[in-house]
């Protein structure tokens, strides 16, 4: 057997000389590990381009999405400086001068408020004007450019309740106008001296079940309470006649009224408290 000196790692090294079961064992387990990094390596080698690829598509899509973020920003910003974003005029169709201005306040709605604001409370501000102003049925909003166009729908009135020298709506549901006029409208009767809102009720729906023609044919309603018959009421006809009447019976009383008016010669007075029967007016 021969050995060789190593002097520079001071060690002995055996030449020419079979290896060990153990040095067989190494020799093989340094081969398989050179081989799996040579395989990591070229694995690595083929997907690095891909995952650089990859990188700048997510790099670009996310620069992407901030600068559409960061414009959709500046232009809604810009939209709420510049004047075209706010309420210029707002004008009311299908209503008198008087109603009109009214429905104006009533809606909620002011000169410089955002067009957007408008747009999302349109619901909130018809339900404001339907409330609060008795002669509308409903209200439609349309807004172009800076201006919001109101288009309402007349509610039925029944007449006018005179309260301090002022005359106020009264529609078919039974609703007082917030409106303050100085006259009535349309023909149809005042009413003096009705105090509640059951009352105010009570009369919208009896006004409600005459036809047309007795509806405009009366002048004055007046509440006129006794003792024994707290809803008692005196009636003014346009033609001269008075009628005596209950307010919770007044409507289907009426019916009979063009038939009394008939037999008579002149101006009477027709009592419907109990039954029906008329005396000569003086």
């Known amino acids: 057997m021969k050995f060789k000196l190593n002097n520079f790692f001071g060690r002995e090294k055996r ?42 598509s997510l790099l670009h899509k996310r620069m992407s999405i901030n600068l559409f973020v960061f414009g959709f920003i500046t232009l809604v910003s810009l939209y709420f400086i510049l004047p075209i974003s706010r309420v210029k005029e707002v004008n009311v169709s ?9 429905i104006k306040k009533a809606s909620g709605i002011n000169i410089n408020d955002y067009m957007l604001q408008v747009y999302l409370g349109k619901g909130h501000s018809a339900r404001l004007i339907k409330n609060n102003i008795s002669e509308v049925k409903s209200a439609a909003f349309s807004l172009h450019d800076r201006s919001v166009n109101i288009r309402i729908s007349k509610e039925k009135i ?16 039974g609703h007082v106008s917030i409106v303050q006029r100085t006259a009535p409208e349309e023909n149809l009767p005042v009413f003096s001296n009705f105090k509640t809102s059951s009352e105010t009720k009570l009369l919208a729906k009896q006004m409600n079940k005459l036809s047309s023609s007795l509806l405009t044919g009366i002048s004055e309603i007046d509440a006129v309470p006794v003792s024994v018959n707290p809803k008692r009421i005196r009636v ?12 919770s019976t007044f409507a289907s009383k009426m019916q009979y009224y063009s038939q009394i008016k008939a037999k008579a010669t002149g101006k009477i007075r027709i009592d419907f408290e109990v039954g029906a029967y008329s005396t000569e007016l003086k």
């Not at 990094?37 to 690095?48: D, E, P, Q, T, V």
Request: glycine share 6%.
């Open 158 to 173: 029944v007449g006018y309740l005179l309260k301090n020298n002022k005359y106020y709506a009264l529609n078919s549901e």
């Open 236 to 247: 003014y006809m346009n033609d001269g006649n008075e009628i005596i009447a209950t307010l």
């Open 94 to 102: 299908g209503a008198d001068n008087v109603t009109q201005e009214a």
């Open 15 to 56: 030449i020419n000389q079979p290896l060990t079961p153990w040095e067989q064992a190494q020799k093989k387990r340094h081969k398989g590990n050179l081989k799996r990094n040579s395989f990591k390596k070229k694995r690595m080698g083929s997907k690095l381009p891909k995952l650089v690829k990859q990188r700048r």
